[in-house]
Structure formats: C-alpha cells, structure tokens
C-alpha cells in the first residue's frame, strides 16, 4: 500500500521530528516529576490518543487548511500553550502535597483526569499538527485512491514511535524521581520544578513561531 521507500523515508523523518524534545515530551517529563511514573504514563497514552485527532483531521483534508492559515494555527498554538501553562501552575502550588500523597493509591477519577490532560496537550501540540498536516502527505503516493488509508497508516506509525519514545522518557524520569522521594524536601523541590518545566513548555510555546 505505501511504497517501501516512502515508509523508510517517512520513518526516518518521523524519527528525527520525534526523538527532539518537544512539548509532549518536555510536558510527560514534568509530570513525571510531578506525579510519578504512573501519571507520566497514562499522559503518554493520552498524548497518544490526542496526536491521532489531527491525524484524522489531516486524512480527512482539514490539516491543510489548518497548515495554510496562520490564525488557525496560531490559534491551536495558543490554546495548548494556555494549558501547559494552567497544569503547570496547578502543579507546582500543589508541590507541598506530593510527601502526603506519595505512596497512597491513585484513585480512578484522577486517573481519569491525568488522561484527559494528556489527551489536550496531544490535539493542540503544533509540532504534530504541522508535521502531519505538512510533512505527512509527502510521503503517501497521490496516485493511490487509497490516500486517506496511507496517511493513516503512516500517522499511526509515527504516533507508536512516539509512544515509545515518551514513554521511555516518562520512565526515567520516573526513576529519577523515586531518590526524591526519600526526602519530603526533596519531593516538595522536584513537584514544583516539574511544575516550573510544564509553564516553561507553555511560555516557550506561545512565544514560538507559527511553524515551530
């Protein structure tokens, strides 16, 4: 269906794009310090579900439309930015409860609420608007009449790299935090440093290019 060529190509280019922090990575990090590893990893999956919004969208033509105007982007740029920077805040006026917290047993609501904010940071993450909705259909053959199946394909591909990549940073950073947890001080230090990381995310976001 997709020419081998174009998938190594594309897997190549995913690869380069994915493996450069950027806001979904930078963004399970702090909520890995914040959190734990648990919440870090419900956030990759969510940030997994979110990327795959824009990928429909994308398949179904509206990418481009979002791509070629520079106010609809700079609106979706905005909204993730303001987000970050709501969870960020959120989380480091909270830093003083991660040592009464730590070790208790999460319940399903705030499972449920770490996904969700995960699922947000993925539909507005510019990064992933752009590449799927300016790179992605470069690498489909546009003589198919398969096309809108090869851009999924090829943006599920992109969406597991990411999974692992995410998820391989959600882990250690998940690590890192379990030797401040010996500590209350400690804890009380990377719960708001995890909180400053996510406003940095959204501050640097909202200050970026339209193409960033």
Known sequence: MVPTAHLLAFLAAAFVIIVIPGPSVLFTIGRALSLGRRAALLTVIGNGVGSAVPLIAVALGLGAI?????IALTIVKLAGAGYLIYLGIHAFRDRKSLAAAFGTRVDPVANGRVFTQGVVVGMTNPKTIVFFA?????????????????????????????????GAWALLAG??????????????????????????????????????
Do not use: Y
């Open 175 to 212: 690590t890192v935090r379990t030797w401040f947890t010996k500590s209350p001080k400690r804890l009380e230090a990377v719960g708001g440093a995890g909180g400053v990381l996510i406003i940095g995310v959204g501050a640097t976001l909202a200050a970026s290019g339209a193409k960033s």
């Open 66 to 70: 979002v791509a070629a105007s520079a």
């Open 134 to 166: 300016a790179v992605l259909p470069q690498f489909a053959d546009p003589n198919t009449p398969m096309l809108s199946l090869q851009l999924l394909v090829l943006g599920a591909m992109f969406i597991l790299i990411g999974f692992v990549s995410d």
